[in-house]
């Protein structure tokens, strides 16, 4: 079992960055293939990142803009946003998937923190 804490959400504005933070209690993040998703309001949820030691990929939308990584001497998994739009603005959700291969479907992901707010204003 791993527990995941989000954090580094908050209000910017377009063009501005932000740095999410995943801390994972319980198990090494290395254990784990972890991603980043997002919900905005009255969308399904959205893949944006996933990783594991040795691969990482990224959404489209987000491609160039966003990166992800971990850091093991911390046990977290970070998102590095850049350049941000209003169309980033959303709850992100920190998840780990059992099975270390990157995924891009929520399904996969078997433990999910509780979420963070970005809000990207125009």
């Known amino acids: 079992q791993v527990q995941l804490v989000e954090s580094g959400g908050g209000l910017v504005q377009a063009g501005g960055s932000l740095r999410l933070s995943c801390a994972a209690s319980?198990?090494?993040?290395?254990?784990?293939?972890m991603g980043w998703f997002r919900q905005a309001p009255g969308k399904d949820r959205e893949f944006v990142s996933s990783i594991t030691w040795t691969t990482a990929i990224y959404a489209t939308s987000v491609k160039g803009r966003f990166t992800i990584s971990i850091d093991n001497a911390k046990n977290t998994v970070d998102l590095q946003m850049n350049s941000l739009k209003p169309e980033d603005t959303a709850v992100y959700y920190c998840?780990?998937?059992?099975?270390?291969?990157?995924?891009?479907?929520?399904?996969?992901?078997?433990?999910w923190g509780q979420g963070t707010q970005v809000t990207v204003s125009s």
């Open positions: 319980g198990r090494a993040v290395s254990s784990y293939a």
């Open positions: 998840a780990a998937r059992q099975f270390r291969l990157v995924s891009s479907s929520p399904n996969d992901y078997a433990f």
